[in-house]
């Protein structure tokens, strides 16, 4: 935190250096639970390039008031829910697309089981309500308090609690019980 504080200050100040630094740290997080929420890799960059660059429009005014990672994630959240209204005015299908991640060790049938699992996973959530896969997401991948999530909701946490229950048992039964 001490970091963020002092990385943004030499923004304030117009060093590039710094900003490069928030965006290394904190991208590739801000990436993944955007691709989460929005299931397109595309949509997902530009959502999390859409939050810094507001973010640097921004810096001159901006004041930290709790930690920096936790205000980027709301902020990529909310853009998220923007692109996913958009989409859905707009009618538009999202192509689904799991990232694998592939280590040396692993062979040929355990990347097809790894991208079958990651697959199903992907087509589960899909069938859930935004509101239920938004708070898994951010609760699970985002390390979000629900007290959090509800805020960012504009719910009660007992409802952001439920959205989330509801959701991992909805999980649950479309995977038959394999979660």
């Given at each position: 935190?001490?970091?963020?504080?002092?990385?943004?200050?030499?923004?304030?100040?117009?060093?590039?250096?710094?900003?490069?630094?928030?965006?290394?740290?904190?991208?590739?997080?801000?990436?993944?639970?955007?691709?989460?929420?929005?299931?397109?890799?595309?949509?997902?960059?530009?959502?999390?390039?859409?939050?810094?660059?507001?973010?640097l429009l921004a810096v001159k005014n901006f004041e930290l008031k709790s930690n920096l990672k936790g205000f980027l994630l709301t902020c990529v959240a909310n853009k998220a829910r923007?692109?996913?209204?958009?989409?859905?005015?707009?009618?538009?299908?999202?192509?689904?697309?799991?990232?694998m991640t592939m280590s040396e060790a692993d062979g040929p049938l355990q990347l097809i089981e790894r991208?079958?699992?990651?697959?199903?996973?992907?087509?589960?959530?899909?069938?859930?309500?935004?509101?239920?896969?938004?708070?898994?997401v951010l609760h699970l991948h985002g390390a979000m308090r629900f007290k959090a999530i509800a805020k960012l909701q504009n719910v009660s946490i007992k409802t952001a609690h439920s959205r989330y229950r509801l959701g991992l048992e909805r999980?649950?039964?479309?995977?038959?019980g394999k979660v």
């Open positions: 935190m001490i970091e963020d504080r002092l990385l943004i200050s030499r923004c304030k100040h117009g060093n590039r250096a710094a900003f490069c630094r928030i965006y290394e740290k904190y991208e590739s997080d801000l990436r993944t639970l955007a691709a989460n929420l929005l299931d397109d890799k595309t949509e997902a960059e530009d959502v999390v390039h859409d939050v810094f660059t507001s973010f923007d692109y996913a209204r958009k989409r859905q005015r707009q009618k538009v299908i999202p192509i689904n697309e799991a990232q991208s079958d699992r990651i697959r199903k996973l992907t087509r589960a959530m899909t069938q859930l309500r935004y509101e239920q896969r938004e708070a898994i999980l649950k039964s479309i995977l038959d």
